[in-house]
């Protein structure tokens, strides 16, 4: 009974899939991706879905917009007035609606092309195992993997953001969710109602251009670093693949067996995917009859392509988000400046549950600088891998036939792949650490000035 459901577990790992459904999802809610995405064709629903998607585009930029607009009129108005608490906090949330505005501009109206020529060329192309051999791996653990992170990351933008709508259910006070100036008296029945509606919408479409935006490009990353993985795999069992298109027999197989497994000892080759052992039987089933030059060619030449294919997905996600991040850096410095010094601030009696919110900001703002710098890092390292992966291989044994395709491999994958920030600064673990000590040095000099007032 075990044996038929990890059977059906791997062919069902092995077809191929949607791997964007729930991070495309998240950006429709956003107005960053189309809703007609999901409606083919043409006709009276297309078109319907068209004219609701337009208008709710509309509606999401009115939000956005008119909430940035009402904090830098609060800032002017407030400005020179000496409470430096208010002004800081008006600031960050012109910042985060500033930044969301420009998002769902960048997604859907400044690089859709781009954009769907991304997500379409990892979906169509994508390797779903790895090729035929002593062992193989699947796409499917890196994309559970990745249907995780961005779950939980888009859970924890929503809790985060949505949590300011309870403050004024917990102070009962009559305020807005967003402190912000409004050139009429909101407090009026009905008017308090819609203008706490639009503030609401407003901190939904927060989070949800915030989990899109790095949302996607962590996905982006792990499902990348899973075609390392079914890569690595396949370079590793190249000669093995090559002998099952010899057609060779048992005995071959068995030693050829034997001698890999003797440089294929070490654990964590992969970095998400889960190696299953090939049952030699079935190696003798998919048997044909080439000469090992042949068989070698045809097995090295799909390994070639499939890293040509990795290389030219990751220089599109370049090509997208470097300019983002170049921004983003910047944008996340003062934030987590801002918020922290917000709640060193945040003492008054009815604070606790603002320094709770101001603290969720603080975190989130982390976790998105940390998962955009991590997952960066993690292609990276991937990239300086391939040629370990084949030097596992048997290649002793064909030393004068492979020699040379093994070394034309080597010299062209040592060209390590690196995720930049505007082409100014590579996104790895050493730049969060940066980005954070930059950004407390910055609150250091805050504090100091408030401190003179």
Known sequence: MKSTSKEERIKADSKRRDLFVFVRQTMCVAAMYPFGYYVKGSGVLADLVRVCDMAYELLNYFVSVHIAGLYICTIYINYGQGDLDFFV?????????????????YFRRFRPALLNEILSNINDKYEPRSAVGFSFVTMGDSYRISRLW?????????????????????????????????PFDYTQPIVYEVVFLLQAMGQIQVAASFASSSGLHMVFCVLISGQYDVLFCSLKNVLASSYVLMGANMAELNQLQAEQSAADAELGQYTYSMEEETPLRE???VGSSMDFSSAFGLSFVRCIQHHR???????????????????????????????AFVSTKST??????????????????????FIICYFADIVFQNSQRCGEALWRSPWQRHLKEVSSDYIFFMLNSRRQFQLTAGKITNL??????????????????????????
Not at 162 to 181: E, H, N, T
């Open 348 to 369: 008054s009696a009815n604070s606790f549950m603002r320094m709770v919110s101001l603290g969720q900001y603080l975190l989130l703002v982390l976790y998105e600088l």
């Open 150 to 182: 961005i779950k939980t990351y888009v859970y924890c933008c929503y809790i985060g953001t949505i949590f300011w709508l309870a403050l004024p259910i917990a102070y009962r006070d009559g305020s807005l969710p967003l402190a912000c100036w409004y």
């Open 283 to 285: 190696l003798l089933e």
């Open 89 to 105: 906090n008006c600031l960050i949330q012109t910042i985060i609606y500033l930044w969301t505005i420009a998002m769902k501009l």
């Open 309 to 339: 294919y990795i290389v030219a997905a990751l220089k599109k996600i370049e090509r997208f988000y470097s300019p983002i991040w170049f921004v983003k850096i910047g944008e996340v410095t003062f934030l987590m400046c801002l918020v």
């Open 428 to 453: 790895n673990v050493d730049r969060f650490r940066g980005t954070i000590t930059t950004a407390f040095s910055f609150l250091t000099l805050l504090q100091k000035m408030d401190s003179r007032e």
